[in-house]
Nanobody, 117 residues
Framework: QVQLVESGGGLVQPGESLRLSCAFS????????MEWYRQAPGKQRELVAA???????YYSASEKGRFTISRDNVKKTVDLQMNSLKPEDTAVYYC???????????WGKGTLVTISS
């Protein structure tokens, strides 16, 4: 029932910015923690940022200060603003919704972000 659709990926140069969006549908958005993960070729999928039901945020150390996660409980979206992008940020970025009451999760199909000169 839950559907997640990521958008905003693309090709940018180092130092530039990109904003990813995740559209949520099919369930009550307010009972889900929302998270962004990324996975580069040959690498494990890793958590980038997370935001709780009540807007508490978490960032991986390498992203803190560059990335900002936010949610809009009316639009039922979660965004990831990425600034000062580096080549090592290149990956497929996935949106995840975690239901804190049912302990279930759903994933989007991902959006590719490439940082290259």
């Amino acid at each position: 029932q839950v559907q997640l659709v990521e958008s905003g990926g693309g090709l940018v140069q180092p130092g530039e910015s990109l904003r990813l969006s995740c559209a949520f549908s099919g369930a009550k958005f307010s009972v889900y923690h929302m998270e962004w993960y990324r996975q580069a070729p040959g690498k494990q999928r890793e958590l980038v940022a997370a935001i709780t039901l009540d807007n508490i945020t978490y960032y991986s150390a390498s992203e803190k200060g560059r990335f900002t996660i936010s949610r809009d409980n009316v639009k039922k979206t979660v965004d990831l603003q990425m600034n000062s992008l580096k080549p090592e940020d290149t990956a497929v970025y996935y949106c995840k919704a975690f239901n804190v009451y049912e302990n279930t999760e759903n994933w989007g199909k991902g959006t590719l972000v490439t940082i290259s000169s």
